[in-house]
């Protein structure tokens, strides 16, 4: 995909998931990887109103080439891209149900979100659940790094999700998959739950991947 095709399929998807309620006013940010360094939503914009030639572009190196000024938080994308092999996208919304989640007490921090689902399951895998920090504050990359590549996604403490992929399209899937599951485990509440056994959980990875 050229660099203006990028652009366009970035503010579109990022205005679908506005549209929805995914994000509101200016939270959340989306960028993805392109031949010659990343594409990122510029700080302060609404995902639902992005002009893709204001679309913030950032080389290999974090400069910023192009656009407007990018967002505060490239360092949650950055973690992942240098962390995980083959990410192409990495979405961060403020969605209702995944950032209560991570704001709950006694939840386990390296499996926050049960496999009630095969779906959360291929698509998101285990979520983790990093320590709070001041948003903008760059030590937050460091939490994600030193999970070492093992998640493909976290929740930031009393923040949010964020959510990394092979592509743009398979990142916003994935994104919306965690929403809609803790929206799921929020409803059930204290209801008794039938998770997956890690035997099924064991079978979707062999299938699937």
């Known amino acids: 995909m050229n660099e203006n095709k990028a652009r366009d399929h970035l503010a579109r998807l990022s205005r679908s998931l506005f549209e929805r309620g995914y ?11 392109l031949d010659d360094g990343y594409l990122i939503t510029p700080t ?6 992005l002009e893709p030639d204001r679309i913030s572009k950032l080389d290999f190196e974090g400069k910023h080439v192009s656009g407007d000024k990018p ?3 490239i360092f949650l994308h950055t973690a992942f891209y240098d ?14 149900y ?3 989640m991570s704001c709950m007490k006694d939840i386990d921090p390296e499996d926050c979100i ?19 920090f ?18 493909a996604a976290v929740l930031l403490a009393n923040h949010g999700p964020v959510v990394s992929g092979k592509d743009i399209i398979s990142t916003v899937y994935a ?12 409803s059930l509440g204290n209801t008794p739950v039938n998770y997956l056994t890690d035997d099924e959980v064991a079978d979707l990875h062999r299938v699937f991947g």
Not at 83 to 96: D, Q
């Open 114 to 132: 049960r496999p009630l689902t095969p779906y959360v399951v291929m698509r998101v895998g285990k979520v983790a659940r990093v320590p709070y």
């Open 71 to 73: 967002s505060k938080e």
């Open 23 to 33: 994000s509101v006013g200016s939270a959340g940010n989306i960028s993805l990887r």
């Open 44 to 49: 302060n914009s609404c995902l639902g109103f």
């Open 134 to 151: 001041r948003p903008g504050d760059e030590r937050g990359g460091d939490l994600i790094r030193a999970l070492g590549g093992k998640f």
């Open 98 to 100: 995944a950032t209560l």
């Open 175 to 186: 994104a919306e998959e965690l929403e809609e599951t803790a929206k799921l485990l929020v």
């Open 83 to 96: 962390t995980r092999a083959n990410v192409g996208a990495v979405v961060h919304l403020h969605s209702t």
